[in-house]
């Protein structure tokens, strides 16, 4: 099975919003309502930030949302701040595995 | 609070086999699968499988079918993740991470084991 694809980076300024979108196929994101987002700061452990499409656990800002659209989901992030510089990571369930995209690197300018 | 503790760096010889142990605590170690994953250096996560504690019943990778045993041991409230025959390609953080919303995701991460392997 082949991984999600994301852009290798974006960038925005402080207090803009950006978008990263995953893009999988019928098999994976567009048929379960389980698609995660990670953050990933370097050196660091991975953070989940939403799972299941657009939730998102206890403790994350609200500045991060989730949505999908057939068979790409997308990460927003609002109001950017310097913090949110980091690598972000999309994964799906796909009915017997779990897929992960390739990542993006969020630069803040 | 819920924790994972992963065991330390391993240097392993092309072939050889590593075990990396994740030791879970804060919560009902039963009651949530655990996810295994890596991170070779500079590239992007990997999943390889999972366990669920309870039943002992695992899912894996088809990359690592054959390679890859995941198991558990309950009254130690730990995860082991064994990986055989060792290529170099095969260097890379390895992760543990607690599936807390039963939804494929990983809510609790381990902080990673590194695994180099080179002759």
């Known amino acids: 099975q082949s991984a999600l694809a994301q852009p290798a980076s974006v960038s925005g300024s402080p207090g803009q919003s950006i978008t990263i979108s995953c893009s999988g196929s019928s098999n994976d994101v567009g048929s379960y309502n389980l698609v995660s987002w990670y953050q990933q700061h370097p050196g660091k452990a991975p953070k989940l930030m939403i799972f299941?499409?657009?939730r998102r656990p206890s403790g994350v800002s609200n500045r991060f949302s989730g949505s999908k659209s057939g068979n790409t989901a997308s990460l927003t992030i609002s109001g950017l701040q310097a913090e949110d510089g980091a690598d972000y990571y999309c994964?799906?369930?796909?009915?017997?595995?779990?897929?992960f995209g390739g990542g993006t690197k969020l630069t803040v300018l | 609070q819920v924790q994972l503790v992963q065991s330390g760096t391993e240097e392993k010889k092309p072939g050889a086999s590593v075990k990396v142990s994740c030791k879970a605590s804060g919560y009902t170690f039963t009651g949530y699968y655990i996810h295994w994953l890596r991170q070779a250096p500079g590239q992007g996560l990997e999943w390889m499988g999972w366990?669920?504690?309870?039943?002992?019943?695992?899912n894996y990778a088809q990359k690592f079918q054959g390679r890859i045993a995941v198991t558990r041991d309950t009254s130690r409230r730990t995860a082991y993740m064994e990986l055989s025959r060792l290529m170099s390609d095969d260097a890379a953080v390895y992760y543990c991470?607690?599936?807390?919303?039963?939804?494929?995701?990983?809510?609790?991460w381990g902080q990673g084991t590194l695994v180099t392997v080179s002759s």
């Open positions: 991470a607690r599936d807390g919303f039963s939804s494929s995701s990983g809510d609790y």
């Open positions: 299941e499409d657009s």
């Open positions: 994964s799906s369930f796909a009915g017997s595995s779990v897929l």
């Open positions: 366990i669920n504690p309870n039943s002992g019943d695992t």
